[in-house]
Every structure is written in structure tokens, then in C-alpha cells.
């Protein structure tokens, strides 16, 4: 049996132990796949990401990450924000050299090689010299999903890396990330709440339910649309919950 790239043990996430969003949670990801976290506002997609990439720690539990850095010293692992967190200061391509510069010894030749390639691979060949601020938002997550690539990780964590676009636009970005994690041989832990997304390019999901503090349902998108849980439906058909 393939082993797992991530696995979560006994999970408990939040603010502090007066406002826990998740407890006891058990999860694995395995390689090659795109994995889902899922919930409504406020259900603690966010904080286990960033859980997850060790921005915070747990309340409780461990994370076991066995992907391994192939560039340099730097994570072992590749991070998109949502927003997509570029430097404003800097051209597109100074922050995708960013983490290259930090964590290897590259010449500045090769940097510039590996930014030329990482900008081919999204779609943004001469944006290079841009400033983020006048590229659209869609070019913005490009730029972004270049940058966590430019250390060749085999794991790539993506926040919401459709929300904020239009449809067309979000289903050109779903496609792009499918296309790379096929090409490259990635896993992807991608977190969203866009329905599209989520039955276009996910192979399965957690589906986080904060009322609960629990993983309420997991699988394949259409085990859980086929879930009986009222819950799990409301979360699909976007019906708020009973009181």
C-alpha cells in the first residue's frame, strides 16, 4: 500500500482552547492526488491550512509530512495564500526568485532560467517584469502558484486559489492546477469552498463542520453528494442550517 505524504493524527485546531474549531481529527493525503478541505465560513478551512504549513501550531495532535525537498534547503513543500501574498515592491519575477535566492546557492543566471520556466508553466511567459499591481487576478494566483513551484516540491498547499475570480477565469485556474499535478507528479491539498472546483479537479475531501468541531463527512466528491446527512447536503445545495 502507497504510504501516506501527510498524515494528521488526533487534529485539535483554533484561537485557543476557549474557541476550538476542530477536535480529534485523523486524516492522510496520498501522492498524486488533489485533496479537498472543505466548509463554510468560519468552519477552520483557513486555520488548518495553516496548521497544516506550520504557520501555527495544533492544540493538540501531530502532522507528519514525508515529501521531501528537491531544491535546495529550503520546505519541503510549496505554499499558495489566497490572495496570493506577492510583494508589491517587487516585479513578478523578483518574487518568484524570492525563495530561490533565500534557500540555494544558485547563480543569478540559473534563478533567472528556473523563473523563466516557472512563468512558462502557468501561462505567464512575459510577465517577468510586471509589477503584481497590474496584473489581473487571475494573473496575480498565476504569479503565486509560479512562486510555490520554484522550489520543485512535490506538495503544494493552495488556499483558495479560485476564489475572488469570475467563473471562467476560476475554471481556467482549476484546469491549470489539475494539468500541473499531473505533468509534475504533484499532490495538492487545496483548500476551497467553490462547488465548481471541488467536482471539477478534486479526487477527495474533508468537509469541516464547525458546530461540531468535526470532519463530518470525507471521500470522493460524489460519495459525499450522495451523503444522506442533511448537513453535508446543505453544505452542497448552500442551505443554511437548521437551528
Given at each position: 500500500?502507497?504510504a501516506?505524504?501527510l498524515?494528521a ?12 474549531l476542530?477536535?480529534?481529527a ?18 477552520g478551512?483557513?486555520?488548518?491550512f495553516?496548521?497544516?504549513v ?6 493538540a ?12 534547503r ?18 513578478v ?12 546557492d ?10 523563466r ?8 511567459d ?15 494566483k ?6 510555490a513551484?520554484a522550489?520543485e516540491?512535490s506538495l503544494?498547499f ?10 471562467i477565469?476560476s ?9 500541473l499535478?499531473?505533468?509534475?507528479g504533484l499532490?495538492v491539498?487545496?483548500?476551497t ?11 477527495r475531501?474533508?468537509l ?16 459525499l ?19
Amino acid at each position: 500500500m502507497t504510504a501516506p505524504v501527510l498524515t494528521a493524527r488526533d487534529l485539535s485546531i483554533g484561537w485557543s482552547r476557549d474557541a476550538v474549531l476542530l477536535e480529534h481529527a485523523s486524516f492522510e493525503i496520498f501522492p498524486g492526488e488533489i485533496f479537498g478541505i472543505l466548509g463554510k465560513s468560519a468552519s477552520g478551512k483557513s486555520t488548518l491550512f495553516r496548521v497544516l504549513v506550520g504557520l501555527e501550531e495544533p492544540l493538540a495532535g501531530e502532522i507528519t509530512i514525508a515529501a521531501a525537498a528537491v531544491v535546495g534547503r529550503g520546505p519541503a513543500f510549496g505554499v499558495m495564500f489566497q490572495q496570493g501574498a506577492l510583494f508589491g515592491s517587487m516585479t513578478v519575477g523578483e518574487n518568484i526568485a524570492l525563495p530561490l535566492e533565500r534557500w540555494t546557492d544558485l547563480p543569478a543566471d540559473a534563478i533567472r532560467a528556473i523563473v523563466r520556466a516557472k512563468l512558462g508553466l502557468v501561462g505567464l511567459d512575459n510577465a517577468a517584469e510586471q509589477m503584481p499591481s497590474t496584473l489581473s487576478g487571475g494573473m496575480r494566483k498565476r504569479a503565486a502558484i509560479a512562486r510555490a513551484l520554484a522550489l520543485e516540491p512535490s506538495l503544494l498547499f493552495l488556499d483558495e486559489p479560485s476564489s475572488g475570480l469570475d467563473p471562467i477565469t476560476s475554471a481556467e485556474i482549476d484546469r491549470l492546477i489539475a494539468t500541473l499535478a499531473r505533468v509534475l507528479g504533484l499532490t495538492v491539498v487545496l483548500v476551497t469552498h467553490e462547488l465548481g472546483s471541488i467536482d471539477s479537479i478534486i479526487d477527495r475531501c474533508i468537509l469541516l463542520h464547525r458546530p461540531t468541531r468535526t470532519i463530518l463527512a470525507a471521500g470522493s466528491p460524489r460519495a459525499l453528494h450522495a451523503n444522506p446527512d442533511v448537513r453535508v447536503r446543505n453544505f452542497f445545495e448552500r442551505q443554511p442550517e437548521a437551528l
